[in-house]
């Protein structure tokens, strides 16, 4: 239980950040998100040393699972550590108030930490779920700024659609071996495992704004810089090649899988390559550029050498975020991301030196770490095929010819004449100097007692190395930095052209994708009006014809049922009173009735008795002559 420490602490910490922010200053609430990164590094240390895991029953069938594995520690560490910086520089570079944006960030490393521990899908599925969250959340930030929520919502539904796909994978491994686990996949029956297969594919191409999906990075950059900076280098596109590195080798009885992954990468690695090229944008610039260098490592993952893709993407992460954060301290001074308007090596030399460090490790260039990740990449290309070795060598090229006209453009010399002192203060220029300083210290890679080390402690595998491979790639990346410092002095006639104006929109996959945008919130707002004015009606309607029949019922209770009601108890409590009366009636007047009665016929007898003979036989007389008569009557009838 304990690995579940690592994601929990930056997510529970989230709220105090919040709250702090509201009510303290920005280096308080600063200081609380760098505390919380801090621990996270902290305790990802313990768990390597201790081998901690995690798990968390719902059910009995339902289990949340988390596991150290040797890819998984690369990422682990990476993300908290590229992060610091980060947030040091968004406390110190952006406008209060800051608690809602470096509580997010800060629950973001939380969220990427529990993806990255998953040892199921669908713990990968809770975490996959919370850094999307987090990212439309951060990319909306200046929500005031009509584009941005606009933007932001861009991002989520492409990012949403490849989702679809993941839910997917996970619905094919529980029905074929009524869990989520990954060591499930193998042994799932050949259409399950397709199945699986494209959706795990759909999600990571996505997620890591490969081709065709590459145009939504574009939409995120609405979001502040140091957002950017983390989502670019450390979360949300580190995502999708995060979870093909973890499921390739399980994968591998997939024959089409491997090398359609292989091909995607190259084609976003030499396509994003050209579009960075000819990119005015310095943010588009740099969100181009991750498209292609996620590329590569998309490579490595394809030919089977998941870890030589998660070292790049190492290396990768410090210079990224460390060129994003560079652009912001240019952005403060001009007010524009135009390239065209920057040329601030004068007004910043030490930021201009610090990016030029940062530009030269984009650019593959020897002895920086990211040379070396960048040329493992090339010789385990080379292990498949000579041609995509070759495919890969230009793509690292091109990496050069972007990564020296962004330098350049930005940092270059100006014959303007720049008016009142730079913009920037000490965390700002920590930041970068941080970032910087690992790019440069990752260059021990270089050394062969690390690459030893790498082998023995993190699993990576021995890759033969081939001189002339190395040669030849060293030669482009000159040829690339030259071409990118020529294209500088023709940048204006370069961008005028049609075609580079359509390789600047990601080949027409920018336009195209916000009118899917636009189209999938038009439906969504005309569904929403349909549920309004037609379902919600007849809800309504329902509800009020139920009211009506009800009142009804209720009134005709009133006047039917209760009235009768009301009618049998008059009628019950007249007959109890007539019961009452009767009975008085019965028992006391008519034994009275009948004494009287008695005493009467007792004075008419004694008057009858008058002692004369005469008045008998009149009597007798009578009396037959009333018998006679009643016997004639009868007789007559």
């Known amino acids: 239980m304990m690995l579940w420490m690592v994601p929990l602490l930056p997510i529970l910490a989230a709220p105090l950040v919040y709250f702090s922010g509201r009510r303290g200053g920005r280096v308080w609430v600063t200081l609380l998100a760098l505390l919380a990164v801090t621990g996270v590094v902290a305790l990802v240390a313990l768990a390597i040393g201790n081998e901690w895991r995690g798990s968390y029953a719902l059910n009995s069938v339902l289990v949340l699972q988390l596991e150290l594995t040797p890819l998984s520690r690369i990422v682990a560490l990476a993300v908290p550590l590229i992060a610091f910086p980060i947030l040091l520089f968004a406390g110190f570079h952006e406008r209060p108030p800051l608690g809602r944006l470096l509580a997010i960030m800060t629950a973001f490393v939380g969220a990427m930490e529990l993806l990255i521990l998953a040892e199921d899908l669908l713990t990968l599925l809770v975490g996959w779920e919370l850094i999307g969250a987090c990212s439309w959340a951060l990319i909306s930030h200046y929500w005031q700024d009509k584009s941005a929520p606009k933007d932001a919502i861009q991002a989520f539904i492409v990012t949403r659609f490849g989702d679809l796909g993941l839910y997917i994978a996970a619905a094919a491994v529980f029905a074929g071996s009524g869990g989520f686990g990954y060591q499930a996949l193998p042994g799932l029956d050949s259409s399950l495992m397709q199945i699986a297969a494209a959706g795990i594919l759909l999600a990571a191409v996505a997620k890591s704004a490969q081709v065709p999906f590459s145009a939504w990075l574009f939409a995120a950059m609405a979001g502040p810089m140091p957002v950017s900076a983390l989502l670019h280098a450390a979360t949300l596109v580190a995502a999708g090649l995060y979870l093909l590195a973890r499921v390739q080798p399980l994968l591998t009885q997939v024959s089409w899988l491997m090398p359609t992954i292989v091909a ?63 652009t912001g301290t240019a952005e403060r001074q001009t007010g524009s991301y135009q390239l065209a308007r920057m040329r601030l090596g004068i007004r910043l030399p030490g930021v201009a030196l610090l990016s030029a460090i940062l530009a030269l490790a984009l650019a593959g260039l020897a002895p920086l770490g990211a040379a070396w990740t960048k040329e493992q990449i090339v010789s385990v290309a080379y292990k498949d095929s000579l041609w995509l070795a070759l495919g890969v060598a230009l793509a690292g090229g091109l990496s050069a010819t ?19 002192p730079p913009r920037i203060n000490g965390g700002e220029r920590l930041a970068v100097a941080l970032l910087a300083a690992v790019t440069l210290a990752l260059s021990i890679l270089w050394w062969p007692e690390a690459q030893s080390w790498l082998q023995w402690g993190l699993g990576l595998p021995q890759v033969d190395s081939h001189f002339w491979l190395l040669v030849l790639s060293l030669i482009l990346v000159v040829l690339g930095i030259l071409l990118g410092a020529a294209l500088v002095r023709r940048d204006e006639a370069l961008q005028q052209q049609d075609w580079a ?41 329902s509800a009020a014809w139920a009211r009506r029949t009800a009142l009804g019922l209720a009134r005709s209770d009133d006047e039917i049922v209760d009235a009768s009601l009301r009618g049998s108890a008059r009628s019950a409590t007249w007959a109890a009173r007539l019961n009452a009366t009767s009975g008085e009636a019965l028992s006391w007047r008519l034994p009275g009735s009948l004494t009287g009665l008695v005493r009467r016929g007792g004075h008419w007898a004694r008057q009858a008795q008058t002692g004369q003979t005469h008045h008998y036989y009149a009597g007798i007389a009578i009396g037959f002559a009333v018998l006679l008569l009643i016997l004639l009557l009868g007789a007559a009838l």
């Open 402 to 420: 972007y990564a020296s006209r962004f330098q350049f453009a930005m940092f270059g010399r100006s014959s303007r004449r720049e008016q009142g």
């Open 501 to 541: 104006q359509s390789a600047a929109r990601w080949w027409e996959l920018v336009p195209l994708t916000r009118e899917i945008g636009d189209a999938v919130m038009k439906l969504a707002h005309r569904l929403a009006r349909f549920d309004a004015q037609v379902l919600e009606a007849a809800t309504f309607a």
């Open 264 to 326: 995607i990468g190259l084609i976003t690695a030499l396509a994003g390559g050209v579009v960075s090229i000819v990119q005015g944008h310095a943010k588009k610039l740099l969100a181009a550029s991750t498209s292609a260098q996620y590329g590569l490592m998309w490579v490595a993952v394809g030919v089977g050498y998941p870890s030589v893709a998660l070292l790049h993407f190492l290396a990768h992460g410090f210079f990224k975020a460390g060129l994003f954060l560079a």
